[in-house]
């Protein structure tokens, strides 16, 4: 028989196993760990720059993120700023992007696996949602104004559409990891590579193989700079 004591311990570990489960980034155990691109060491993130050679520039990037970017086909454009352009931000768990919307253009169906999004609106109009997971499969919509703001779970499959044809649209996004990471579903299922075989996915799908032949004939164009 395990004595209380005993299984305190046991619930204040489980805890805290649980605790770090749910997390998106480890949290920092120190003021800063600037990332050292350099290190040959292979670490979750990256190994910590010597703090004496640290400075003001390891946290900064002129990212102009108040100009217009252009659009591609699918009509946004992602500018996410990360660990990979501010080394400041490893283990401190956050990012940031803008994303730029033509008339009628998409942040198509994506998830990000490793954070949760918070989006709000700065200019136009945005239809946005995010679809819970199996078995459910429930959309949570809704049409956002400038000012909105917005939240979608990490892991989960979300889009934002412009549906104005005539004006364009602007989001700022923060995400809760220094490398949220993004996959685009379309990309991922038809512009793999190598590709996934057209019989798993006409099955998969429910089409003839010749519509899944169509689809990874297309090009799948990355919208994240």
């Known amino acids: 028989m395990a004595s209380p004591s005993s299984l305190c311990l046991l619930a204040a570990l489980l ?4 605790w770090q489960a749910m997390a998106s980034d480890p949290s920092p155990l120190q003021d800063f760990c600037v990332a050292d691109m350099h290190s040959p060491v292979r670490v979750n993130g990256f190994a910590c720059l010597n703090p004496m050679e640290v400075n003001a520039d390891h946290f900064f990037k002129a990212a102009k993120l108040d ?4 659009t591609n086909k699918v009509g946004s454009n992602v500018t996410l700023i990360n660990v990979m352009q501010i080394p400041g931000l490893n283990t401190l768990g956050i990012s940031i992007a803008r994303i730029d919307y033509a008339p009628l ?3 198509p169906p ?6 949760t999004e918070i989006l709000t609106v700065l200019e136009g109009t945005l239809y946005v949602g995010f679809v819970t997971s199996n078995p459910n499969n429930t959309l949570f919509s809704k049409v956002l104004n400038k000012g909105d ?3 979608f779970p990490q892991g989960l499959i979300h889009f934002q559409f412009n549906p104005n044809p005539h004006q364009p649209a602007v989001a700022i996004a923060a995400l809760s990891s220094q490398n949220p990471g993004a996959i685009t579903i379309a990309n991922a299922v038809f512009g793999s590579k190598p590709p996934i075989s057209d019989e798993v996915l006409a099955k998969a799908f ?10 990874q004939a297309q090009f799948w164009e990355n919208n994240h700079y």
């Open 149 to 151: 703001v917005f939240v």
């Open 67 to 70: 100009t217009p970017r252009k």
């Open 206 to 215: 429910q089409v003839e193989k010749g519509t899944i032949d169509w689809l």
């Open 105 to 107: 253009g998409q942040n």
């Open 15 to 18: 805890a805290l196993i649980s």
């Open 110 to 115: 994506h998830t990000h696996p490793r954070a």
